[in-house]
């Protein structure tokens, strides 16, 4: 391996990870589907959800120019002809518009995966999340090593490939279990400094010792960079999730951090004796119970809590897609897509494996997955009790783990929202706006109105009835007529930048890049020296 002098600021994980050699994931470099983008675009008759909250109306004519949306016009009726010129037009009569999704914590493939084989290129991912309306991805920790995501981030803003847009959080090199080069605060400062100078948007912390973690969180405020932290088991009994926001931590990502902050009668979690945070299945069996030991809903702990993060402006991104599968394995394992959808190195990572981050299903069981839903109540209700008094929760898939999946995992976790008590209209917004906003783009996107960029989802149906719509796979109904099952597929286009990509396109390219993975058939452009070996 390289020295680690060597390694630029940003790439120290993804040195560690690709064994010094090139990235272990294929870079996107060329774009092979969607349309335009136009010189004026209209969708024509609409009904318009546009992320604030507010409810829909229609019918609305949405009016593009060079992918910005420059009018937005109430259509006196169905039979009234087009108001206005277009060089290209969508007929949206009986379909519904909404913004596209942020997806603010998420990761541009996994190199884990080559412990089983050929990784999927990032391609792969990138249609998986086009073809689920996922517009805009906060890549949290830049795992393929924050040069490559930079590099991707601009094809993807030229729209010289087919993906989101991108934003490059660089994961903070300062805990012993993953990759640690900062050991003082002024070198914690010094390698934030550095890392803005490249270009990175935000930074992915998973803790550090207490001064540095403190430091760090000054010099992003200073520099502008926004922050999220996954308060890694390792690190949280120094500083849970409200000692850091009030550092300055813009936002906690999954669940550790916050009960640990309810906590009242304990520092640390009441761990076994035998517990080694190295076995997955300890770590996340046991994390399980992390709730049941805080402080309970109307305590006046609780009620502290929520006031507390409340008065710091913070942000949870609960992602409780990725966590799923330990309230209920079976569902996840046997679910509809993964025949089709899922790349064979990935399934196979998913199945119990030592070593495997996220594969740790050596003897998971009925009482592990009783005590996770009992986690999930809790959570839910802080989570959903938070957004009720004017926080901001927004929607993150952290998809490529626990048998979760690019796009299919994002959905999930609008389901789960709507689970916790949000509003199917409360869920779109945290999906949109509120994403946006916590990205520091709301300015750009999130909202249909005028200036705004034209991410645009085109719904054959209304996806505030049922999220389930918005699957690849489509939401399972029986047609009396027929006597037969039908698969109800919502989302038809997906528009970004103005460019409109066709949904079914995307998803027949991943099923035929699918196929080859478990066919063994690795086509030429995507033979990294990584996959060949």
Known sequence: MADQAEVLPGDELARIRNKGEVPIVARA????????????????????????????????????????????????GYGAGPSEPADHEIDCRGKWVTPGFVDCHAHAGVAYHSANGWVPPVDYVYKLWLA???TTVREMGSMNGLGWVIDQRQRAKEN?????????????????????TIYTPEQGRAWLRKVKERGADGIKFFGAPPTIMEAALDECRKLGLRSGCHHAQMAVTRMNALTTAGWGLTSAEHYYGLPEALYEDRVVQDFPLDYNYTDEYFRFSISGQMFSQASRPGTRKWEETLESFLKLGFTFVPTF???????????????????????????????????????YWY????????????????????????????????????????????????????????????????????????????CGIEDEVGTIDIGMRADLLVHDYNPLTDFKLLYGTGAMRFNDATNEVEWHRGLKYTIKDGIIYDTAELLADVRELVNASWEKDVPDKYATPAAAE
């Open 132 to 134: 689920h309306g996922v």
């Open 363 to 438: 003897r998971w069981s009925t009482q592990n997955e009783i005590e996770w839903k009992e986690n999930y109540r809790l959570w839910m209700a802080f989570i959903n009790e938070y957004k009720n008094r004017g926080g901001r929760v927004c929607t993150g898939s952290d998809s490529g783990f626990i048998y979760q999946i690019f796009g299919f995992g994002y959905v999930r976790e609008l389901e789960l929202l709507q689970e916790a008590g949000f509003h199917p209209l409360e869920v779109i917004r945290a999906a949109t706006s509120q994403g946006a906003a916590l």
């Open 160 to 180: 010289t490939i087919a993906a989101p847009r991108l934003l490059a959080y660089a994961y903070f090199p300062a805990v012993n279990d993953m990759v640690k």
């Open 29 to 76: 470099t060329s774009r092979d589907r969607g349309t335009g983008p136009f010189k004026r675009l209209a969708l024509r008759g609409a009904t318009v959800i546009d992320g604030t909250g507010a409810p829909p109306i229609g019918p609305i004519d949405i009016i593009v120019e060079n992918g910005r949306i420059v009018s937005l016009k109430k259509v006196v």
């Open 321 to 359: 897609t990725i966590y799923d599968a330990n309230r209920d394995l079976m569902r996840a394992r046997r679910a509809d897509w993964h025949e089709q959808y899922t790349w064979k190195s990935m399934w196979e990572y998913f199945t119990p494996q030592r070593g495997g981050h996220g594969s």
